[in-house]
């Protein structure tokens, strides 16, 4: 398994825009099956935003519909979460996970299906 490392996080004012990126250092991450989740403090972990091994699909929780965006450079082999228009309530920890995972299977929405996972970066909105 690679090993996942989130960075862009940090403490934003309402409305503001962040990038989150999830990179690894090693080029198997292209084969990768990605995702994103938070958590907020005293809550659930909640599925943010998945994409496919090749980047063609993606999927959104339904807080993360319209806002997020999930992304892949493979050249870079990392996988982004741009979200917009930034909520008091996106305060969280931000994690990525991956798995490496067939070319044909769609995004994987559950956390217990991904087998490497970073340490998290830290998003705080201020309203």
């Known amino acids: 398994q690679v090993q996942l490392v989130e960075s862009g996080g940090g403490l934003v004012q309402a409305g503001d825009s962040l990038r989150l990126s999830c990179a690894s250092s090693?080029?198997?991450?292209?084969?990768?099956?990605v995702a994103w989740f938070r958590q907020a403090p005293g809550q659930a972990r909640e599925f943010v935003a998945a994409?496919?091994?090749?980047?063609?699909?993606?999927a959104y929780g339904d807080s993360a519909k319209g806002r997020f965006t999930i992304s892949r450079d493979k050249a870079k082999n990392t996988v982004y979460l741009d979200i917009n228009s930034l909520k008091p309530e996106d305060t969280a920890i931000y994690s990525c996970?991956?798995?490496?995972?067939?070319?044909?299977?769609?995004?994987?929405?559950?956390?217990?299906?991904?087998?490497?996972w970073g340490q998290g970066t830290q998003v705080t909105v201020s309203s």
């Open positions: 994409i496919s091994r090749s980047g063609g699909n993606t």
């Open positions: 090693r080029s198997m991450f292209s084969e990768y099956c």
């Open positions: 996970g991956g798995s490496r995972c067939i070319l044909t299977m769609p995004p994987i929405v559950d956390p217990g299906s991904y087998r490497s």
